[in-house]
């Protein structure tokens, strides 16, 4: 009943998260973004790190980090305009030390959490987990239904946006804050190390298969669910962390593609 019930878990996270990844994916792409979601992997593994120290709930803790290291990642990609990767390169080396800094104070045991983390794992999901997941996807869904156009114009012409006196930043904060909580949910399952790989490699591949933007992304949403159940499945028949796993599938799909297309 226990294996079961967690794997029933994993196949409904699985799905939730193969709907989200493709929408989240292509935009960080167009938007030459693509780091920011390693730079909020490596932030939110500082968050779970600061959860275990101070005894509270590591997921909660995670969102309301990375939720505040959002805004500062929009402040800074304003200040350093013409290098943003600065940026990028700021936070991400700041998420990884605070990171290793607050797991060198967690006793052992909190260590072997921080592993869980790390790396991903399908025993640890909850129903509380899944929840959040199934709410957050119905939120990105809808945004996506309301502000497909605005974002669209926000991401190849932002002076444009501007003069059409669309709320830029807000969007974009928007847009950071929704990209690190979806991180900090999924990152349980597939791992802090290859989160950004779930939410960018589907989008990647289905580029190469559609030239219209509704295409790629449900392209994208069939190329993750592939991705993530073949996944899940090899993860736990052969042993090996979901998130690894996932990711070379997804890389095996994407050179079949590459070599014959």
Known sequence: ?????????????SILISLIA?????????RRQSLMADTLSHVSLAGVSLGLLLGYDPTWV???????????????RKVYRTYSEISIAI????????????MGL???????SIQQ???????????????????????????????????????FDEETAYTAG?????????FNILTGVTIALIMPIVGALLVSAILILPAAISIRLSKSFNGVIFIGI?????????????SYYLGTPPGATITLIYIAIFSLIAVFK
């Open 1 to 13: 009943m226990f294996l079961y019930g967690f794997m029933q878990r994993a196949f409904q996270a």
């Open 22 to 30: 493709p929408m989240l994916g292509l935009f960080l792409i167009l």
């Open 166 to 174: 669309l709320p830029i930043q807000f969007m974009s904060v928007m």
């Open 91 to 102: 936070l991400m080396s700041g998420g990884m030390a605070t990171a290793l800094v607050l």
């Open 117 to 155: 983390f790390l790396f991903g794992s399908i025993v640890t999901i909850s129903v509380q987990q899944v929840w959040m997941l199934l709410i957050l996807t119905v939120v990105i869904i809808v945004l996506y239904s309301i502000f497909r156009k605005p974002m669209y114009t926000l991401t």
């Open 222 to 234: 069939g190329v993750a669910l592939i991705g993530m159940i073949m996944g899940l499945m090899g």
């Open 62 to 76: 995670n969102i309301l980090v990375v939720v505040i290291v959002a805004g500062i990642l929009e402040y800074l």
């Open 106 to 112: 967690n006793d052992s045991g909190a260590t072997v």
